[in-house]
Every structure is written in structure tokens, then in C-alpha cells.
């Protein structure tokens, strides 16, 4: 991994990936970032918030349109990376859909949609970054979940794909240690996103805000996460001050996994 200017930021000389970057985690990450001297590469479907975010942040962001789903998609993307700003140190694969429903009531359609962007999405992005970061060294962060390590009511689909992001993170750890390259998971509760306001609004319309505080006061800090929270997380994990850290699972929670009863 290029040497960091201490002077420029914790990040300063170096190229991270973002995906999933328009909203959400991936936009506060991208930001988080930026101010620390990186240039980045953003990743995401939604074209229209993507470019606005790119432009936003300055000549140090380019925006890629790019669904993770697709693997020949992301290949031509990473090449595109590597040609107009450089090959990657950091990857941030943060990337993903959730679905609410238990087994018996999850189709196979909604599997099936699931799997392609939370796991297939992850796996194209570790295979194309791996490979930009092989004999260079690198950081590679997966956004998993407390569903990943505890059982959460009828969350099937999504707690499917992020304990497979876990231990995709765990095998990308053990097999590329000794090239450099660490890789490491956060695992968030609930944090306040525009899907969790869009979450509120298609399920219990007339009652988001009463809602949201219920869900807010079920964790034990009595609160929702913030964006912000999860992205100095996950710039620590891609920064200097983590090289001695990797296949580490590290939850961003309120307490929620400490305390579940």
C-alpha cells in the first residue's frame, strides 16, 4: 500500500473504492474520505446522486455508474479505475438490499435479488480489488451486520447474505495475509439511512415517526446510529492505524449484540 502523507490526511495518496456510495453509509464514508486526503472512486446505481456527490466533493471524486450484481460491469469499472486515477488501496464494499420476511415467506425472487447484490455484488468486488492489490498490499472493508452473528426476526434473506459476507471476510483475510492485504468487517445495528425512512414509509405509513422511535429505543444506547458513526469505523480500518488488524469482525451497535437477551 502507497505510504500515506501524515501531512494531507490520514488517507492522503491513496485511491479508495466505494460502492454503494450515493446514500447512506457509502455517501458518509465517501465524505469521511475525501477529507482525509484520498482519491475516490464512487460506485453506485443511482446515477443522478452519484455524479451530485462526485461533484460535491471536488476533482479528488469520480463517480462510476456500476450495479455490483454484474460481474463483466464491475471488471470494466475496476479497469476504469485503475486508468484514470490508479489501482485501488482501499476498498470499501458497502453495497446492498435488504428484504423483510421470514423463510416461509421469502420467495425465491426475492432470494435471488438478494443474494446477487449482497453476496455475487461483494464477491465481484473483492475478485477485482484483490487483483489491483496483489503484491501492492491494500485494505478491504465489508459492511456486514449484527444479523451476520445473532438471529433478528424475519430478516432471513439479508441475515443469508451478511453472514456470507462475514465469512467471505474471514476466508479473504486468512488467504491474502501474507500479501498485504487485510480485510475486515463492520457489523452495524440499526443506523438512520434513507432506507430506513423509506423502510418506515412503505410499512407503517401515518406512523413513521412512532415507529422510528420504537425501533430508536430498542437498542440499549436509546438511539439509532449515525452514518458518520459507521464511516470513521471504517476509515480506522482503512488507515495506517489498523495494520495490525485483519479478519476481525467489528460490531457498530449500541450495545445490541452485548445485551441481547
Given at each position: 500500500m502507497r505510504e500515506a502523507n501524515r501531512s494531507g490526511g490520514r488517507l492522503a495518496g491513496r485511491v479508495a473504492v466505494v460502492t454503494g456510495a450515493a446514500s447512506g453509509i457509502g455517501k458518509a464514508t465517501a465524505e469521511r474520505f475525501a477529507r482525509e486526503g484520498a482519491r475516490l472512486a464512487l460506485l453506485d446505481v443511482n446515477e443522478e446522486a452519484g455524479a451530485a456527490l462526485a461533484a460535491a466533493i471536488g476533482p479528488s471524486a469520480v463517480f462510476y455508474a456500476c450495479d455490483v450484481a454484474d460481474g463483466a460491469a464491475v471488471r470494466e469499472t475496476f479497469r476504469a479505475i485503475d486508468g484514470d486515477l490508479a489501482p485501488p488501496d482501499a476498498l470499501v464494499n458497502n453495497a446492498g438490499v435488504s428484504h423483510?420476511?421470514?423463510?416461509?415467506?421469502t420467495s425465491e425472487a426475492d432470494f435471488d435479488r438478494v443474494y446477487r447484490v449482497n453476496v455475487k455484488g461483494a464477491y465481484h468486488c473483492l475478485r477485482a480489488a484483490l487483483r489491483s492489490m496483489l503484491g501492492r498490499g491494500g485494505a478491504i472493508v465489508n459492511m456486514a451486520s449484527t444479523v451476520s452473528a445473532i438471529g433478528v426476526p424475519n430478516r432471513f434473506a439479508y441475515s443469508m447474505s451478511k453472514g456470507a459476507v462475514l465469512t467471505m471476510t474471514?476466508?479473504?483475510?486468512?488467504?491474502?495475509?501474507?500479501?498485504?492485504?487485510?480485510?475486515?468487517?463492520?457489523?452495524p445495528a440499526r443506523v438512520h439511512t434513507p432506507f430506513v425512512d423509506g423502510y418506515l414509509a412503505k410499512y407503517y405509513p401515518g406512523k413513521e415517526q412512532e415507529t422510528y422511535d420504537q425501533l430508536a429505543a430498542a437498542q440499549p444506547v436509546g438511539r439509532m446510529g449515525t452514518p458518520e458513526e459507521v464511516a470513521a469505523l471504517a476509515l480506522y480500518l482503512c488507515s495506517d492505524e489498523a495494520a495490525f488488524v485483519t479478519g476481525s469482525l467489528f460490531p457498530i451497535d449500541g450495545g445490541a449484540m452485548l445485551l441481547r437477551p
Amino acid at each position: 500500500m502507497r505510504e500515506a502523507n501524515r501531512s494531507g490526511g490520514r488517507l492522503a495518496g491513496r485511491v479508495a473504492v466505494v460502492t454503494g456510495a450515493a446514500s447512506g453509509i457509502g455517501k458518509a464514508t465517501a465524505e469521511r474520505f475525501a477529507r482525509e486526503g484520498a482519491r475516490l472512486a464512487l460506485l453506485d446505481v443511482n446515477e443522478e446522486a452519484g455524479a451530485a456527490l462526485a461533484a460535491a466533493i471536488g476533482p479528488s471524486a469520480v463517480f462510476y455508474a456500476c450495479d455490483v450484481a454484474d460481474g463483466a460491469a464491475v471488471r470494466e469499472t475496476f479497469r476504469a479505475i485503475d486508468g484514470d486515477l490508479a489501482p485501488p488501496d482501499a476498498l470499501v464494499n458497502n453495497a446492498g438490499v435488504s428484504h423483510v420476511g421470514a423463510a416461509a415467506t421469502t420467495s425465491e425472487a426475492d432470494f435471488d435479488r438478494v443474494y446477487r447484490v449482497n453476496v455475487k455484488g461483494a464477491y465481484h468486488c473483492l475478485r477485482a480489488a484483490l487483483r489491483s492489490m496483489l503484491g501492492r498490499g491494500g485494505a478491504i472493508v465489508n459492511m456486514a451486520s449484527t444479523v451476520s452473528a445473532i438471529g433478528v426476526p424475519n430478516r432471513f434473506a439479508y441475515s443469508m447474505s451478511k453472514g456470507a459476507v462475514l465469512t467471505m471476510t474471514l476466508s479473504v483475510a486468512c488467504d491474502y495475509v501474507r500479501e498485504g492485504i487485510r480485510c475486515n468487517a463492520i457489523a452495524p445495528a440499526r443506523v438512520h439511512t434513507p432506507f430506513v425512512d423509506g423502510y418506515l414509509a412503505k410499512y407503517y405509513p401515518g406512523k413513521e415517526q412512532e415507529t422510528y422511535d420504537q425501533l430508536a429505543a430498542a437498542q440499549p444506547v436509546g438511539r439509532m446510529g449515525t452514518p458518520e458513526e459507521v464511516a470513521a469505523l471504517a476509515l480506522y480500518l482503512c488507515s495506517d492505524e489498523a495494520a495490525f488488524v485483519t479478519g476481525s469482525l467489528f460490531p457498530i451497535d449500541g450495545g445490541a449484540m452485548l445485551l441481547r437477551p
